[in-house]
């Protein structure tokens, strides 16, 4: 059961930063040790990328589990429905999941390759999302010739 006040809970959530998270942080600093060089928070590409590699055409997310649905239809949904202010939560995350959706089909619709990475795989495993990026960079380089 939750012990915070709304007030409490209130104060919390509007703590929570939307972009130079501690995983964006991680990533990025792999990435640029790695020699890559990108843009964060490109504003005018759909869903605002967190990570942009222009010269492969990469757009990478990192998303927060609670916020993006991970394991949504696999038992997430309920937690948030038995939890606090369902009525608000689960319309919500299913929105975001929605235009996580619509955002990476635009992206790949002007030929972009979309990653998308979980915060705490990032965080627990950085470097295995450092050589998916280069994987996908291989393939872009391969697809371009």
């Keep these: 059961m939750d012990d915070m006040t709304p007030e409490e809970r209130h104060r919390n959530m509007q703590h929570i930063r939307s972009k130079d998270t501690k ?9 640029w040790h790695a020699g890559f060089r990108y843009r964060k928070n490109v ?15 990469i757009c ?3 998303d927060g589990e609670y916020f993006h649905g991970k394991d949504w239809n696999t038992g997430k949904k309920e937690k948030v429905l038995a939890g606090n202010n369902p009525s608000y939560w689960v319309p919500k995350i299913e929105k975001n999941m ?30 295995v999302c450092v050589d998916t990026v280069k994987k996908a960079v291989l393939q872009n380089k391969l697809n371009a010739d």
């Design 23 to 31: 995983p964006e942080l991680v990533l990025r600093k792999r990435l």
């Design 43 to 57: 504003k005018n590409l759909p869903g605002k990328p967190d990570i942009v590699i222009l010269k492969y055409h």
């Design 60 to 62: 990478i997310f990192v």
């Design 98 to 127: 929605q235009r996580d959706r619509e955002s990476e089909a635009a992206l790949n619709g002007l030929g972009f390759t979309v990653l998308r990475f979980w915060s705490r795989d990032v965080l627990k495993s950085p470097d």
